[in-house]
């Protein structure tokens, strides 16, 4: 009996062991029930035994000749086994003789009370984010360790229209510039210094799509309406008229263009803006969304950002603004 059982598993038995085989494990009524419960659900032992008023003994001593013979397949959740119908795996004679006997077992009395039990056995089931509960506490270092860092921002670029052309405004080492360049069709950046100009083309060396340049904030060396987006991080703090460098960065996008700002929160540290090398200790949030209207962007918004861990400097402000149909036009540019 035992080398006919393992003729059934799905690895090719000869015919004639396999339709013994089949009939044998659907010829007792409780495995008929198991099989039409697992065929829709996975489902635990305890489960089982509650839906179908069984001892463990009874139920495990059934589950095991169905898996032993291919009709189930099982896996581990948490301290349990879960198991459900493995129809695909099994042969096609199987899958047909199951169909007719799920027909006749359809209209048992038996088989009726075994749903309703099982509606009260899922219903008492914990919510499907129970996982989600218990690791909330975890989630964010969970979620490092599993898959890194880099995926949720790469998932944010990824919203970024593939026709764009970005500016990187004082774009340093081009870290910026580097991770918009494959989502959007051109990234230029825009730096004075030509320390960080050859560190930024050191890293974007690779990179097709991304356009260098040496300029100033208050002379952008790109032409009025070019852009479709503006980045501009921590560099307004650098600048002797921050409203003539806005102007220049709006004058640079198209209407509808958007400016996107990150630049210190005003503070009180005078030593760490003399460390720095910065003319000003950074704005408040007020003053800063009047720069930006001052220099014909509308819609704007600001706001603070909650300091990273570990961060060791001020804390800072984003501002997002748009460009409207007109803006003040300081000078043209040519590329």
Same mark, same amino acid.
């Given at each position: 009996m035992a080398s006919t059982r393992r003729a059934v598993v799905p690895a090719g038995p000869a015919a004639r062991e396999g339709v013994v085989a089949w009939m044998e494990a659907l010829a007792d009524p409780t495995r008929l029930r198991l099989l039409r419960l697992l065929e829709r659900h996975e489902l635990g032992v305890a489960e089982l035994c509650d839906v179908l008023q069984m001892p463990q003994s009874t139920v495990s001593r059934h589950l095991k000749v169905l898996v032993d013979q291919g009709w189930l397949r099982s896996r581990a959740h948490r301290t349990n086994n879960l198991y459900r119908m493995d129809l695909e795996a099994a042969e096609a004679g199987a899958r047909r003789l199951w169909g007719l006997a799920r027909e006749q077992i359809e209209g048992w009395a038996t088989a009726a009370?075994? &749903? /309703?039990? /099982? !509606? %009260?056995? /899922? &219903?008492? %089931?914990?919510? *499907?984010?129970? =996982? =989600? &509960?218990? *690791? &909330? @506490? %975890?989630?964010?270092?969970?979620? !490092?360790? /599993?898959? @890194?860092?880099? =995926?949720?921002q790469e998932a944010l670029l990824a919203l970024l229209s593939p026709q764009w052309v970005v500016a990187d405004l004082a774009c340093g080492t081009a870290p910026a510039a580097a991770a918009l360049a494959p989502h959007v069709r051109r990234v230029i950046g825009i730096d004075q210094s030509a320390a960080m100009l050859k560190a930024a083309r050191r890293r974007t060396a690779g990179l097709p799509n991304v356009e260098l340049r040496r300029g100033s904030l208050e002379a952008l060396p790109l032409d009025s309406g070019s852009g479709d987006a503006a980045l501009l991080v921590l560099a307004l703090t650098y600048v002797e008229d921050p409203v003539l460098a806005l102007r220049e960065a709006a004058r640079i996008l198209r209407p509808g263009g958007r400016l996107a700002l990150v630049d210190l929160l005003r503070h009180d540290r005078e030593e760490f803006r003399r460390e720095m090398g910065q003319l000003r200790r950074g704005f408040e949030t007020e003053e800063m969304k009047r720069l930006l209207e001052e220099a014909g962007l509308r819609g704007v918004s600001v706001r603070t950002l909650p300091p990273d861990a570990g961060a060791k400097g001020p804390a800072l402000l984003l501002a997002v603004g748009v460009r409207g149909a007109r803006v003040m036009r300081i000078r043209e540019k040519t590329p």
């Open positions: 009370q075994d &749903a /309703l039990r /099982l !509606e %009260r056995v /899922l &219903a008492r %089931r914990p919510p *499907a984010d129970d =996982f =989600f &509960a218990g *690791a &909330a @506490g %975890r989630w964010d270092r969970l979620r !490092e360790e /599993l898959y @890194g860092r880099s =995926f949720g």
